[in-house]
């Protein structure tokens, strides 16, 4: 299960990229704003598998 978690926080983690960078090249401040909301989510996500990992080690 928390390989499933790290694996959607890494794709989280892209999508938004991805997102950011072509809102930032078509020039939609939304779409940016979306990309860079992703990566923190991604980002939260995987921190929260981190600490569960250190904790049950």
């Not at 779409?31 to 600490?51: L, Y």
Request: aromatic fraction near 2%; glycine fraction near 12%.
């Amino acid at each position: 299960m928390a390989g499933d978690q790290k694996a959607k926080a890494k794709k989280e983690q892209a999508k938004g990229k991805a997102k950011e960078a072509i809102g930032r090249t078509m020039g939609n401040e939304r779409m940016e704003a979306e990309g860079r909301a992703g990566q923190s989510k991604g980002d939260a996500r995987q921190a929260k598998e981190k600490a569960k990992d250190t904790f049950k080690h």
